[in-house]
DNA sequence: AAAACTTAGGAAAACGTTTTCCTCAAGCCG
DNA sequence: CGGCTTGAGGAAAACGTTTTCCTAAGTTTT
């Protein structure tokens, strides 16, 4: 029933071609050139591009125990600044001779689970998580060798995995810290009703950030509904805010998403004229084309990728990686 | 260097743990019945859980010569169509057994045949090219078993492979047909400057559709700008037509990104009031957040990842699948 | 009761690599 | 000239599966 791939050429092929056993072909095709003669690595070499041969991966994993696939667990694709970090760490994996296996977990634990299972079956190098969930399968996991690195949440096990993300703490404290110095006045906050650290640090850091100044967020003005996802959570807190007859001058959401989500509501309410002013997190690079009045803490996404490779790779013995932010603002 | 995987439980543990032999084990994993007793198949059953035993991959491929592995070739994953196209592919494939692995191909043939080598080496099922573009490795492949699909933008090859897409062509039609028929006025059509069959047969399809109805557009009102990607190509078509002083009451964009660059001129030039109506295609789930008066030739990506696997895994015989479009209209 | 099947299961080959030893020859030192 | 070292390369094992035979017992058919 499977559809047997081509036959490429194998290493065979090309010792045979050149001349050479398959244990020298194996040597230069990896660049090991200190067991053959000048020569012979260029006959070698010559065989290789003349049948076009790459080893192929199957033997290579079998052999090593370990493939050259990473893989990637993203908790949300439909989510463009996962998309984003996504495509960043495609780009650097490949330039590292890494291959990413991206999968959608859709921030469920048994779908987490059986993509765990699944890449360490395929015996991936390592496995990013954009976004984890605690589940029983991850747990396991930490007490294998595979490398485990976590992209903007924590690891929900304390003190494990790598990280690489920026600090939501400071990051929440800088918006509060610029609505009070600008003025805005009254504020009000909507965030996911969600367990992942990000969103925990970044409300901890804006609620920090506004005491610190002396200042203080209505509790009656913190919405946090639940949602299927952010753009709904968005939506029903501002509708939420609206009908207790709030009207706050500056709504700061703890992603981009979520104040697409709060302005469709203000517009469905026949208020856009009254639209407060809006800051999120992430700085979605589509907010310059579609929301060109909505501030954000800019996350440096495209950098994401050399970060997640360095921590796969483990280069750096370090836990991880903080990035730095940036409060752009807009309108 | 290549950091090892954990040591995970062979077909041999298994087999010694249920005093059988390998052989058996694998038949047993692999649903293979009728060469045990129910006794044998049982005890085989519990010994696989006790051990969490998946077969590793790299072995299965190694034998098979193809793997689990199926994979995606997108021209650009920034653009939240292709992601979702991407997520509908990956549940879809997940569920018939199989992985997906993405990657971006920048629109780039070099890149594309990188990955393609790649993908050959890693014995991909089948390759799924989300916009392909020419390239050498792609002619190569259609000379070899391996299955390939193009979704949205058919191949390069005349008569090759598979499509999974909607009847482009008569989706502009459709426009035009709707345009005319609304009675907008002066109309605009603003296109990517691609060789893709996908906006050929859109432009085709619209201008067609204005001339079966003795209409036509002005050809003055067509701009088809270079540009790095979608938004900015409609930015700076609409620049151009705001420029030479045209006020076209209707804009057609083929594609939603290029909408949204072309209403980020009109703002940026001051006219937001008077911003034309806009029509595009794609129907990106985001428009309904933050396009809410941008209508749209709605194509049903939810869909297409069951169609993928169906092309994938040659269920059909057909040359492909072309699925239903529908305009939505806003605003 | 011999012959022919069936059932349950095992032995072993094959898949394509990488890598650990070997070997063989040449060059060097004493 | 005998013993080292070094350079160049080969033979073969091992990785974990799947699958093709094979076998030995039991069961049916003649």
Redesign the pocket.
């Known amino acids: 029933m ?1 559809r047997r791939a081509p ?1 490429a050429s ?3 092929d090309v010792a045979a071609l050149a ?9 230069v ?2 660049g090991v050139l ?4 000048p ?3 260029a006959r070698v070499r010559q065989a290789i591009a003349a049948l076009d ?4 991966s ?3 994993a ?4 370990t493939s050259r696939l990473v893989a990637v667990l993203a908790a949300n694709l439909a989510n463009p600044a996962m998309a984003a970090i996504a495509a960043s760490a495609e780009v650097a994996l490949r330039e590292n001779g890494l291959v990413m296996v991206l999968c959608d977990t859709h921030d469920r634990p048994e779908l987490q689970d059986e993509y765990l299972r699944e890449m360490l079956a395929q015996q991936a190098r390592a496995i990013v998580l954009l976004g984890a969930v605690d589940s029983p399968m991850l747990r396991k996991l930490h007490a294998t060798p595979t490398p485990l690195v976590f992209v903007n949440r924590r690891s929900p096990v304390a003190g494990t995995g790598r990280f690489v993300g920026i600090d939501n703490r400071a990051a929440g404290a800088d918006v509060a810290r610029w609505a009070l110095s600008k003025g805005l006045g009254k504020a009000a906050l909507i965030h996911a009703r969600s367990a992942s650290s990000a969103t925990r640090d970044r409300v901890a850091g804006i609620l920090e950030g506004f005491s610190a100044e002396a200042a203080a967020l209505d509790p009656a003005a913190i919405r946090s509904p639940e949602g299927r996802d952010h753009l709904a959570i968005g939506r029903e807190g501002a509708r939420q805010l609206i009908e207790d007859g709030m009207a706050p001058a500056l709504v700061i959401c703890t992603s981009d998403l979520i104040a697409y989500g709060a302005a469709r509501a203000w517009r469905e309410a026949g208020l856009a004229a009254a639209m407060p002013r809006m800051i999120g997190f992430d700085d979605s690079p589509l907010n310059d084309w579609v929301a060109p009045t909505l501030s954000s803490v800019r996350i440096p996404y495209g950098a994401f990728g050399e970060a997640i490779v360095a921590a796969v790779t483990g280069a750096d013995r370090s836990s991880g990686l903080v990035l730095p932010h940036l409060l752009v603002e807009r309108g």
């Open positions: 499977p036959p194998s290493i065979k001349g050479v056993s398959i244990a020298t072909v194996s040597r095709a990896n200190n067991k053959a003669s020569e012979t690595v041969y790459r080893p192929t199957a033997g290579r079998l052999r090593q125990r």
